[in-house]
């Protein structure tokens, strides 16, 4: 039939056009889906495009690196504790080229919480919320 995206074969006089998977190589720059050949989408180069035209997993850290979203919590209620950030940037969704900014989809890096400040043997850890960047003073929480 001519379709790039079906295993044609003919026996007896009989020909089918079996369909090839989601995903398969149909030309040099596609790949088929629900038997069709469609173009790359993920052109090699593109921020979640790996070299080969793949797009890369979700979660990855992707974009300009700009810190988008800030939380803050204490480690410790009591004397010598520290105030501790995570910072999230943009991800790869593992279906498209370019980075998303979308909640859901921010990822922290590193992805452990970072001492921003510790408050010494003599203060106590306060962070009312966690956008709260929080501050170290002597009075018990």
Do not use: R
């Amino acid at each position: 039939d001519g379709n790039p995206c079906t295993a044609d074969s003919c026996t007896g006089g009989t020909c089918a056009h079996t369909p090839l998977a989601d995903g398969a190589a149909c030309s040099a720059a596609g790949f088929c889906s629900a038997g069709t050949c469609l173009p790359q989408l993920c052109v090699p180069g593109s921020m979640c495009c790996d070299a080969s035209g793949n797009f890369m997993t979700k979660g990855t850290k992707c974009g300009t690196q700009v810190v988008l979203k800030t939380l803050y919590e204490c480690d410790s209620t009591a004397l010598g504790g520290s105030i501790l950030k995570q910072e999230y940037y943009a991800s790869c969704v593992g279906t498209a080229a370019n980075c998303s900014n979308a909640a859901a989809d921010l990822v922290w890096d590193p992805p452990v919480w970072l001492t921003k400040q510790a408050c010494g043997p003599l203060n106590y850890c306060h962070v009312s919320g966690p956008t709260d960047p929080g501050l170290c003073n002597q009075t018990p929480p």
